[in-house]
C-alpha cells in the first residue's frame, strides 16, 4: 500500500487508487497520517480535523473513522490498516509506504553527504526527494489549522531542499545547465535571497559577470521597493566578490562537469483530479512495457474533456519513474486566435533547460531537433505536449532513445509512428458525481442524488462543464442543485464553436453570475487578439487601474475563467475564449471593442518603445508618434531585463503585429515592427522579422508614407544581407534611397546610401564604399545626428583597414573611439573592434587584444550578440597571431555558435575561416 501526501491525498492499494471520500473525510486520513502507528483518541483528533467547534464532532468522526476503515481495505492484506485499541484509533503505515517519510530520508541523507562534500550524492538523493512532489501537500483536504501547518512546513521544507539541489548542482560545476531553472525560480521566489544568490554564482562562473551584478541590482531594487529593506549581509557581500573577480568564486578545478541539473515544468498536479482509471493504467502499462524508442501515449478528445488533466496527472504519478525531469509545453494547436507554438521556438526553451548555452543553440529546426535527442540520450524524462494541431506538429519535438515518456494532447486523430492511442471520452456518471462530491463534498451530493444525477446529465458529463457548475454551487451556498438544474433547464444559449450546448450552458451561467465588470473583462480579454492577459495590458484593454485589472484577473481565475500560466500571467480556456468572442460581439459595440483593441496596441506600442529604449545604443526608431497610455508600463533595471520582457511578450506583440496588418490598422502595423527590432536582432526570428518588416512595408504604402516604407525596406536589406543575400540586400536599399529621396526625408536618405555602402565593402567595392560613407555622413552632419556621424567615420576607417591603409585606418579608429567615449556613446564597441582588427593588422597584436577585450565587454554589457560574435572572431585571430591556439579555437568556437544562433551567415563564415586556419596549422606543425 502506498500513502502519498506530497501532492493531492492518495493511496494506493496494488497500484489501484482508493475512494478516499470528501475532504473532511481525507482530513480525518490526512491527520492520522501525521501520527502513523500511532493510537490517538478521538478527543486528539477533532482539534486536527476540524479548527472550530463544530455539533457532534465526535460522532461524525466515527462515521468517518468507519468509512476510512472500508475504503482502506486491501484485498491482498490479511490485516485491517486502521483499527481502534484500548487507547484510540491507529493506522499502521510501513516503513517506505509513505512519500512523506521516504521524502524526509531521502533529504536527510542528501544534507548528510552535502555537509561531507560528496555534492554528486547530495544531489542525487535531492533529486529523488524532490520527484516524490506532485503539488501543495495534502491537495484535496479539507484545510484545518493542523493540516494546513503541516502542508506549510512541508512546502518550506520542499523549497529547502530545492535550494540545496542547486547548490549541489553548481559545486558539480552544471552553473550553465542550472541557468534556466534558477531564473525561473529567482523570478518565481524573489523573496527567497538563496535563490538569487545561487543564480549570481551561476551567472558568474558562466562568465556573464554583468548579468550577475545586474541580478543583485535588480534584487536589492525590490527589496527597496517593496520593504524597505538592504540585501542579507551573505548577499551583499556575494556581490563585491562578484564585482571584484574573487578567484575563488570559480568552479574548484576538481569539480565534476556535466548536466546534473533536472527540470520540473509540470503543472501542479490536481487535487481534485477524478476517475480516469483505465486510462491512466493503460498509460501506466505503455510505460512499464518500453521498448527501443520512446514511449509515445497520444491523448485524443473534444475539448473540455481534461485531456491535459489526465496528462498532467499521469506525468505526476510517474514522475519518480523519471527522475531526470519533465518537460512541458502547450503547442497552441486549437487556439482561435493564435498561430500554433513554433517547434523551434519550443525546442529552444527546452535546450535551455537542457543545459544548452543560448549561444550553442543552432538555428534550424532540424539541427535543433537533432540536438534535442543528443541531449535526451541516456535521460528519462517525461514530455507532455499539450494541445498538438496534428502529428506534424510533434514530430520534431520528440525523443529518439528508450527511456523518456512522451504524452501528447489533442483534439483531432494523428498517426504518430510508434504511439499508443489513448481516446478520452466523456466521464461515466458514476465519475462525473465524483467530481462533484470532490469540490461539493460527498454528504451535499448524496443528499441531492436526484439532483446531482440531473445536473451531470445537463453539462454532458463533459468534466470541464461539470467543474465549473460544482464551483458555481460552491461559491452559492444557497443555492440547491435543483435550482442550478432549473436554470440550465430554462435558458437557451447559442451555440459555441465546438457545438456542445451544455457546455455552453455552464459557461454563460457562470458568465453572468459575474459583476458588470468581470464580465466585460472577462469578454474583452477572451477577445483580444493576443495570447496572455496581464494586469497591465488588461488594464489598457478594459481602460482601468492596474489593481482594478489585478483584482479582477484574480477572481475571473478563481472562478476558473482564466487559467493561471504562470505568475501574474493569465489565459482563457479555449472554449472560454471562443465563448466570450461571440458575446462580445453581441454585448459590446463595435465601436467598445474597437477601442479596447487600440488602447491594447498604445499600451504595448508604448512598452516596446520605452524598455528597447533602455537597452540599444542608437535611439529607437519612429516612423509614427508613440501615443501615451495612462497605464504604467514594466520597469526595466538592466539589459538583461529588458531582454527578458521581449522574450516573454515576443508571441504578444508578434500576434499584434499580424493583428493590425489584418484588421486594417496601419499606423500600429507600421510601427510595431520597428520597435521589435532590438529583439529580432539578438533572436533567431528571422523569418518572422522579414515578415514583419514586409507588413510595415505595406502598411506604409497604405498611408503613403515614404519615409516609413524607405526605412522599412532599409532593415529589409540588412536582413537579406546577414543571410548574404547581397542581390537581394541591394533591390531593398536602392528602392529604399529612391523613396526617401522623393520624400525628402534626409535622414532616411543617410541610412540608405550607408547601406549602400556596407554593400559596396561586403562586394569588395571600397572606393565606391567609401564614398557613399562620405555622402551619408555628410547629410547626418546637416542634420545635427553626432552618434551616426561617428558611427560612419568607424566604418571608414574599417573600410580603409580591407584598402590595405593601416595607418590612416588606425589614426581614423582611434580619433573617433576617443569622442565616442567621451560623448558615452555605446557604439563605441564597434568602433574598438574594427580598431582591434586594424591594430592586428599592423603587427600590434598585444593592442589589439587589448582593445578587442574593451569591445567584447561593451557588447556583452548590452547583450549585443552579433557585435559580440565579431568581436571574438577577431581576438581569435589575434590569439592564433600569439600562438596560443588552444584559446583561438574557443574564441572562434563561440562566435560560430553565436552566429549559428542568429542565422548571421557572413559571421558564421568569418568563425569557420578561423576554425579551418587552425586546422591548417596543426598540419603543418605535425
Avoid at 152 to 164: D, I, N, Q
Avoid at 828 to 846: C, I, K, P
Amino acid at each position: 500500500m502506498e500513502f502519498r501526501v506530497l501532492g493531492p491525498l492518495t493511496v494506493l492499494c496494488d497500484e489501484r487508487e482508493l475512494a478516499l471520500g470528501g475532504p473532511r473525510q481525507r482530513a480525518v486520513l490526512a491527520a492520522l497520517l501525521l501520527r502513523p502507528n500511532e493510537s490517538i483518541t478521538a478527543e486528539r483528533l477533532v482539534p486536527l480535523v476540524w479548527d472550530h467547534p463544530v455539533p457532534a464532532a465526535e460522532s461524525n468522526l466515527r462515521t468517518y473513522l468507519t468509512r476510512l476503515r472500508k475504503a482502506l481495505a486491501c484485498p491482498p492484506e490479511p490485516v485491517a490498516r486502521l483499527v481502534r485499541d484500548e487507547n484510540g484509533y491507529r493506522l499502521t503505515v510501513h516503513d517506505g509506504e509513505c512519500d512523506r517519510e521516504v521524502f524526509a530520508g531521502l533529504a536527510e541523507r542528501g544534507d548528510r553527504a552535502f555537509r561531507e562534500g560528496d555534492h554528486a550524492t547530495a544531489a542525487d538523493q535531492y533529486q529523488r526527494a524532490l520527484a516524490l512532489f506532485r503539488g501543495e501537500p495534502f491537495g484535496g483536504v479539507a484545510a484545518e489549522s493542523a493540516l494546513s501547518a503541516a502542508a506549510v512546513a512541508l512546502t518550506e521544507r520542499h523549497r529547502t531542499v530545492l535550494e540545496r539541489r542547486m547548490e549541489a548542482g553548481l559545486a558539480l560545476g552544471g552553473h550553465r545547465e542550472l541557468l534556466g531553472e534558477l531564473r525561473r525560480l529567482a523570478a518565481r521566489s524573489p523573496e527567497r535571497e538563496t535563490l538569487t544568490r545561487l543564480l549570481m554564482l551561476a551567472l558568474h562562473r558562466d562568465g556573464r559577470r554583468d548579468e550577475a551584478l545586474a541580478a543583485y541590482t535588480a534584487h536589492r531594487a525590490r527589496l527597496d521597493t517593496e520593504l524597505g529593506v538592504e540585501p542579507g549581509a551573505e548577499l551583499s557581500t556575494l556581490h563585491e566578490r562578484v564585482r571584484d573577480g574573487d578567484p575563488s568564486l570559480d568552479l574548484p578545478r576538481h569539480a565534476a562537469t556535466g548536466p546534473v541539473s533536472s527540470f520540473r515544468q509540470l503543472p501542479p498536479d490536481i487535487a481534485d483530479f477524478t476517475g480516469r482509471e483505465a486510462e491512466l493504467a493503460r498509460i501506466a502499462r505503455a510505460a512499464g512495457e518500453g521498448g527501443d524508442g520512446p514511449v509515445i501515449v497520444f491523448l485524443t478528445g473534444m475539448g473540455g474533456v481534461g485531456k491535459t488533466r489526465l496528462a498532467v496527472r499521469a506525468a505526476w504519478s510517474l514522475a519518480a519513474e523519471y527522475p531526470d525531469g519533465q518537460l512541458f509545453t502547450d503547442l497552441r494547436g486549437h487556439d482561435p486566435e493564435l498561430p500554433p507554438a513554433d517547434p523551434g521556438a519550443v525546442l529552444e526553451g527546452f535546450l535551455d533547460l537542457l543545459g544548452v548555452h543560448r549561444t550553442e543553440i543552432p538555428r534550424g529546426l532540424d539541427a535543433r531537433s537533432r540536438l534535442f535527442r543528443e541531449r535526451l540520450t541516456g535521460k528519462r524524462v517525461v514530455l507532455v505536449l499539450d494541445n498538438a494541431a496534428d502529428a506534424a506538429a510533434v514530430r520534431p519535438l520528440l525523443p529518439g532513445a528508450a527511456g523518456c515518456l512522451v504524452l501528447i494532447t489533442s483534439r483531432r486523430e494523428a498517426a504518430v509512428d510508434g504511439a499508443v492511442a489513448v481516446p478520452v471520452g466523456m466521464f461515466t456518471e458514476r465519475e462525473a458525481l465524483s467530481l462533484l462530491g470532490r469540490i461539493l463534498g460527498e454528504q451535499r451530493v448524496g443528499d441531492e442524488a436526484d439532483a446531482a444525477g440531473e445536473l451531470v446529465g445537463h453539462c454532458g458529463r463533459l468534466p470541464l462543464a461539470v467543474a465549473v457548475a460544482a464551483h458555481r454551487l460552491r461559491t452559492r451556498r444557497t443555492w440547491r442543485m435543483a435550482d442550478l438544474v432549473e436554470r440550465l433547464g430554462g435558458r437557451g444559449l447559442g451555440e459555441l464553436a465546438v457545438g456542445d450546448r451544455s457546455v455552453e450552458r455552464v459557461l454563460a451561467l457562470s458568465y453572468e453570475a459575474l459583476g458588470h465588470r468581470e464580465r466585460r473583462v472577462l469578454r474583452l480579454v477572451g477577445a483580444q487578439p493576443v495570447q496572455d492577459a496581464t494586469a497591465a495590458s488588461t488594464a489598457a484593454l478594459c481602460g482601468l487601474d492596474v489593481a482594478t485589472a489585478d483584482g479582477i484577473l484574480r477572481s475571473l481565475a478563481a472562478e476558473h475563467l482564466l487559467g493561471v500560466i504562470a505568475p501574474g500571467r493569465y489565459r482563457p480556456h479555449d472554449l472560454v475564449r471562443a465563448h466570450m468572442t461571440a458575446l462580445s460581439a453581441v454585448e459590446d459595440t463595435a465601436g467598445d471593442r474597437s477601442a479596447a483593441v487600440e488602447r491594447l496596441l498604445d499600451w504595448y506600442s508604448r512598452a516596446a518603445y520605452e524598455i528597447a529604449g533602455r537597452m540599444v545604443v542608437y535611439p529607437v526608431r519612429l516612423v509614427r508618434p508613440i501615443p501615451s497610455t495612462p497605464v504604467p508600463v514594466p520597469e526595466t533595471a538592466s539589459v538583461a531585463d529588458g531582454v527578458a520582457w521581449f522574450d516573454v511578450e515576443y508571441a504578444n506583440l508578434y500576434a499584434l503585429i499580424r493583428h493590425a496588418a489584418a484588421a486594417g490598422r496601419p499606423e500600429h502595423a507600421v510601427q510595431l515592427p520597428f520597435l521589435l527590432r532590438v529583439h529580432y536582432t539578438n533572436r533567431d526570428h528571422t523569418d518572422d522579422w522579414i515578415a514583419a518588416m514586409e507588413i510595415a512595408v505595406d502598411a506604409a504604402r497604405a498611408l503613403g508614407d515614404l519615409a516609413a516604407e524607405g526605412h522599412a525596406r532599409v532593415i529589409l536589406g540588412m536582413i537579406n544581407h546577414n543571410l548574404s543575400r547581397l542581390r537581394a540586400s541591394r533591390e531593398q536599399v536602392t528602392m529604399a534611397l529612391d523613396l526617401h529621396r522623393r520624400g525628402g526625408d534626409i535622414e532616411g536618405e543617410a541610412g540608405a546610401t550607408m547601406s549602400l555602402g556596407h554593400l559596396d565593402r561586403a562586394e569588395g567595392r571600397y572606393r565606391q564604399a567609401l564614398q557613399n560613407y562620405e555622402r551619408a555622413r555628410a547629410l547626418y552632419v546637416a542634420i545635427g545626428d553626432r552618434a551616426w556621424e561617428l558611427s560612419l567615420s568607424g566604418a571608414m576607417g574599417e573600410t580603409l583597414h580591407q584598402m590595405g591603409r593601416l595607418d590612416q585606418a588606425i589614426d581614423v579608429l582611434t580619433a573617433t573611439a576617443a569622442v565616442q567615449t567621451d560623448l558615452g556613446f555605446g557604439s563605441v564597441a564597434s568602433t574598438l573592434t574594427n580598431l582591434g582588427a586594424a591594430l592586428r593588422g599592423a603587427g600590434r597584436v598585444a593592442e589589439a587584444v587589448e582593445t578587442l577585450e574593451r569591445a567584447l565587454a561593451g557588447f556583452r554589457a548590452r547583450s549585443l550578440t552579433r557585435g559580440e560574435a565579431e568581436a571574438l572572431v577577431q581576438l581569435a585571430k589575434c590569439r592564433r597571431d600569439q600562438g596560443d591556439t588552444e584559446a583561438a579555437g574557443e574564441l572562434a568556437r563561440e562566435a560560430l555558435r553565436i552566429a549559428r544562433g542568429l542565422g548571421d551567415r557572413a559571421k558564421e563564415v568569418d568563425a569557420v575561416k578561423v576554425l579551418e586556419d587552425l586546422t591548417t596549422d596543426a598540419g603543418e606543425a605535425s
